[in-house]
């Protein structure tokens, strides 16, 4: 069945790179998304990437996509402590258009 | 342009007791979703609705119905609360383009005693 994979904490100091990872299990799946839940708050698109794309960059933001290994990450440079959220991978789902969520990744930023 | 706006923002029930979780979007989008956030479960799909008069059915449908009572609202409803259904509650919404990127409210958080 559908199922997305990530790791539950990850925790860096300020100013170092962050990198979250991901796995997915449905091969045909055309975009794979990332999304911010601050504390208390929704979820917040982040970026995606397009299954035909291997890298995406946005400002402080790189996604690596690896199709062969079902394999997603999220690498935040120069993390600030306002990047303190937990990150959610998420790839579409069979049900019509509904979007699949991992678990959550917590990244802790310490000054 | 408020996007998704969702009501209320916290509730507390008491076993057995029902009530209506709203939900509305400004975005003029067709699909419309409401998930259910657990810890240490990510976010699950309860019910879906492609556009306005249909509906579906996610993957935790049980004690809980759903209303597209037009194009802007959603509403999810809870007949009989159980304390299993203690939770955060997400309604989003999508636009009708190809990146089906989905837009969230802010969430209502529900505790059943």
């Known amino acids: 069945g559908e199922d997305v994979e990530q790791s539950l904490f990850l925790s860096v100091r300020e100013g170092d790179s962050s990198v979250i990872n991901c796995t997915y299990t449905d091969s045909s799946s055309t975009y794979l998304y990332w999304y911010k839940q601050e504390p208390g708050a929704g979820l917040q698109l982040l970026t995606y990437i397009f299954s035909n794309m291997d890298m995406k960059q946005d400002q402080r933001l790189t996604v690596l996509l690896n199709k062969k290994d079902k394999h997603l990450s999220l690498r935040i440079a120069d993390t600030q402590t306002g990047d303190s959220a937990i990150y959610f991978c998420?790839?579409?789902?069979?049900?019509?258009?509904?979007?699949?969520f991992g678990k959550g990744t917590t990244l802790s930023v310490s000054s | 342009n408020a996007g998704v706006t969702q009501t209320p923002k916290f509730q507390v029930l008491k076993t057995g007791q029902s009530m209506t979780l709203q939900c509305a979007q400004d975005?003029?989008?067709?699909?419309m979703y409401w998930y259910r956030q657990d810890p240490g479960m990510g976010l699950r799909l309860i019910y879906y609705s492609a556009s306005e008069g249909t509906t579906d059915k996610g993957e935790v449908p049980n004690g809980y119905n759903v209303s597209r009572l037009n194009k802007r609202e959603f509403s999810l409803r809870l007949e009989s609360a159980a304390p299993s259904q203690t939770s955060v509650y997400f309604c989003a919404s999508r636009p009708d383009y190809r990146t089906n990127e989905q837009f969230f409210g802010p969430g209502t958080r529900l505790t059943v005693l």
């Open positions: 998420a790839e579409k789902g069979q049900a019509g258009t509904a979007l699949i």
């Open positions: 975005m003029n989008h067709n699909s």
